[in-house]
């Protein structure tokens, strides 16, 4: 049902890009997700890795999907307390700098062909309700910068920031009202942050959404939350890959593993995710037969 719109963000399988672009291709991905690259972050790179990255991807004939940016993790007033999360690599600035961040990255798109640009919605608030016309404000000038370069920003479900959850990020998106604005929906990172993915994060959202990721999210013994497989989690994926198809969704799904087994590499971590979504795509193609 998805593998023929399964992609793969590259850092999850290796920090060595030429490495993980042979991966995707191995394992017959139709397009990668590019988040950091020989673990510069791609907000980073230069002119020159730029064409080195192109050079590769043409190669092997491999499109970019998204270009998964750290745009708008930053505080939105570093004098106030907020929760703080991964930038792989980039600087915590302030929202100035990250608007230069973000017109860099829509050069990039463009060079790679790319439409989509993954943002935030900023460092999450001890309120965030509190802030909502402000977020609002940045999103739909970056949107607007966005529209006018015919690029889509993608707002991701992120436990960390202010949009951490499918009602906030629903809520942010249709407040901006732009087509230029789209939900990039992580049903791991809804149940990451202690909700429910499907059906009751997906029923906010599922109008919104123009990509997929794919993560699996449990606990361990301790019950700490953790990242695992694909299927071996909470995440209900037979009903919710189900449900987007009825509803519809004809995007792509890029996994984004955060799952590395005990005395394992991220490689043989993101051989299990894809595993595990092969075995449900089988469960699934099986049912509906019958």
Request: aromatic share 8%; net charge negative; with cysteine.
């Amino acid at each position: 049902m998805i593998l023929s719109r399964l992609g793969i963000i590259t850092d999850e399988v290796s920090d060595n890009f030429e490495e993980a672009l042979e991966w995707a291709n191995s394992h017959h991905l139709t397009h990668v997700e590019l988040r950091t690259i020989n673990r510069k972050n791609i907000t980073c790179l230069s002119d020159e890795d730029i064409e080195y990255v192109l050079s590769l991807l043409q190669k092997r004939r491999l499109q970019v999907s998204c270009i998964a940016s750290p745009v708008f993790k930053c505080s939105l007033n570093p004098e106030r307390p907020v929760l703080r999360g991964d930038t792989f690599g980039s600087n915590d600035e302030d929202t100035a700098n990250h608007f230069n961040k973000l017109r860099r990255v829509i050069r990039l798109a463009k060079q790679m062909n790319c439409k989509y640009i993954r943002v935030f919605s900023f460092w999450r608030e001890e309120r965030p309700q509190d802030y909502t016309s402000e977020i609002v404000k940045y999103l739909r000038c970056a949107a607007e910068i966005a529209q006018e370069n015919g690029v889509v920003l993608l707002l991701e479900n992120e436990p960390t920031c202010n949009g951490g959850f499918a009602e906030e990020v629903a809520m942010l998106v249709r407040t901006v009202n732009s087509p230029a604005l789209r939900v990039l929906w992580d049903p791991g990172n809804e149940v990451y942050g202690g909700r429910q993915a499907y059906p009751e994060g997906y029923k906010f959202v599922k109008d919104l959404i123009s990509h997929v990721h794919l993560k699996d999210v449990g606990h361990d013994r301790e019950q700490h939350v953790q990242c695992l497989p694909i299927g071996r989690g909470l995440v209900p994926y037979v009903e919710h890959l189900i449900a987007l198809q009825e509803h519809g969704y004809s995007g792509l799904f890029t996994l984004e593993t955060h799952y590395v087994p005990s005395n394992g590499t991220r490689k043989h971590g993101s051989e299990l995710a894809l595993e595990g979504i092969i075995g449900i795509d089988k469960h699934i193609t099986s049912w509906q037969s019958h």
